[in-house]
């Protein structure tokens, strides 16, 4: 079955580190991956998209690699801040349309001053 | 700026009453979608909308019903609603191609 997974468990770091953030997905081949940020009580806000074509794609501090070999997204945020605490959800596109996502559970991050 | 609103932040209704969540967007987007959140289920698709008065389900559509009348607006409907209808509900926006979808606000729906 398909399936995208993101580590449920809270990832807790220090200020001024790098997060990494984890999306695997199975049975999917989709041909672009998007990052989003969620604070509580809010909708999600959109962050990146990767290309299945792309291997890598930066904006500020936020960077994400897309390896459709392995199956596997990563999240970076460099010079992490407390602001940057929230859960973040890795999306698929589930028609290569550009239509329809499905999303993983998210993982939420605490960075700590 | 562009925005997707909500008609309710926060809803409390009975079991069995028909509920109707309101959704808009000032994007001129040709898709919009409705989401449930769930703690340990994350979000999913209960309807999606390409165009006016078109729909296709998602992966729960079961107990709801949607309308798409105008280019902007897209209604989310619990016809009988059910304590397990309980949730946060999300609605979306994107143009056709590949892109980001842009989130309302959220309603939080109780049924009590």
């Known amino acids: 079955s398909q399936k995208i997974e993101q580590n449920s468990e809270a990832l807790n770091i220090q200020e001024g580190k790098t997060a990494t953030l984890t999306c695997n997905y199975t049975n999917y081949s989709p041909a672009y991956l998007q990052w989003y940020r969620q604070d509580p009580g809010r909708g999600p806000v959109f962050l990146l998209l990767i290309r299945e074509n792309e291997k890598e794609k930066r904006k500020e501090r936020l960077k994400v690699t897309f390896d459709t070999t392995l199956k596997q997204s990563l999240f970076h945020i460099t010079a992490s801040q407390p602001a940057d605490s929230a859960t973040y959800l890795c999306a698929l596109d589930v028609d290569n349309a550009g239509n329809m996502l499905t999303f993983g559970g998210g993982t939420r991050l605490m960075v700590k001053p | 700026d562009v925005k997707v609103t909500q008609s309710s932040r926060y809803l409390v209704k009975r079991t069995g009453e028909k509920v109707f969540l309101e959704c808009v967007q000032d994007?001129?987007?040709?898709?919009m979608f409705w989401y449930r959140q769930d703690p340990g289920l994350g979000l999913r698709l209960i309807y999606f909308?390409?165009?006016?008065?078109?729909?296709e389900k998602g992966d729960i559509p079961e107990g709801y019903s949607v309308s798409r009348e105008k280019k902007e607006r897209f209604s989310l409907i619990l016809e009988s609603a059910s304590t397990n209808q309980t949730s946060m509900y999300l609605c979306?926006?994107?143009?056709?191609?590949?892109?980001?979808?842009?989130f309302g606000p959220g309603t939080r729906l109780t049924v009590l």
């Open positions: 909308s390409y165009d006016v008065k078109m729909k």
């Open positions: 979306a926006s994107s143009f056709p191609i590949p892109n980001e979808q842009f």
């Open positions: 994007m001129d987007h040709e898709n």
